[in-house]
């Protein structure tokens, strides 16, 4: 699908991965991860299908995509 969802991705060194984040899906800070950034985001973006088609067989309101970037900063 072509959602409009934020996807952060981050390195840990803690656990040696790419670490991903759903900003408008606030109910797990990291939500999946990879070993590498493309297997990072493509589970991301299988999270999201799936977040999308669980809200939906509930009722649930889909939440608002984010309509400006999220700002990283350098740790």
């Given at each position: 699908?072509?959602?409009?969802?934020?996807?952060?991705?981050?390195?840990?060194?803690?656990?040696?991965?790419?670490?991903?984040?759903?900003?408008?899906?606030?109910s797990?800070h990291f939500v999946?991860?990879?070993?590498?950034?493309?297997?990072a985001?493509?589970?991301?973006?299988?999270?999201?299908?799936l977040?999308?088609?669980?809200?939906?067989?509930?009722?649930r309101?889909?939440?608002?995509?984010r309509?400006t970037?999220?700002s990283?900063?350098?740790?």
């Amino acid at each position: 699908m072509n959602y409009r969802y934020s996807i952060v991705i981050q390195w840990s060194d803690e656990d040696n991965a790419f670490l991903v984040h759903l900003p408008e899906f606030p109910s797990q800070h990291f939500v999946t991860h990879g070993a590498t950034y493309d297997e990072a985001l493509a589970n991301g973006l299988e999270v999201v299908d799936l977040l999308v088609e669980s809200y939906q067989d509930e009722g649930r309101s889909l939440p608002t995509p984010r309509s400006t970037p999220v700002s990283l900063q350098a740790a």
